[in-house]
């Protein structure tokens, strides 16, 4: 049974850093594109940042230069490393996998197979 298991949230004031992580089980993604995405209230579920099974990296443009995500094969770990947080960063982030071998990385939610149950992240002014 796959299941993917964030971490890290919490509350943080503007400008300031988290570190966020999923550890999946059940499967090795080691092939799989991985993704965050996060939901603000009252929005759609959104594109944060994207990495394909050889390491390359996409990240949406409002949290370019801010956010770096990443992973570690050996662990079965996805991380997002979030810097000079700001308000409109608060949402809950999820952790999600495409279940397509070495598939590219997409922005649409629509794509992603598996998916965790969320952590919150909440960013005062």
């Known amino acids: 049974q796959v299941q993917l298991v964030e971490s890290g949230g919490g509350l943080v004031q503007a400008g300031g850093s988290l570190r966020l992580s999923c550890a999946a089980s059940g499967r090795t993604f080691s092939s799989r594109a991985m993704g965050w995405l996060r939901q603000a209230p009252g929005k759609e579920r959104e594109f944060a940042g994207g990495?394909?099974?050889?390491?390359?990296?996409f990240h949406a443009d409002s949290v370019k230069g801010r956010f770096t995500i990443s992973r570690d094969n050996a662990k079965n770990m996805l991380y997002l490393q979030m810097n000079s947080l700001k308000p409109e960063d608060t949402a809950v982030y999820y952790c999600?996998?495409?279940?397509?071998?070495?598939?590219?990385?997409?922005?649409?939610?629509?794509?992603?197979?598996?998916w965790g149950q969320g952590t919150q992240v909440t960013v005062s002014a």
């Open positions: 999600a996998v495409k279940d397509r071998p070495f598939g590219e990385v997409t922005r649409d939610r629509v794509d992603y197979d598996y």
């Open positions: 990495i394909k099974f050889g390491g390359s990296t």
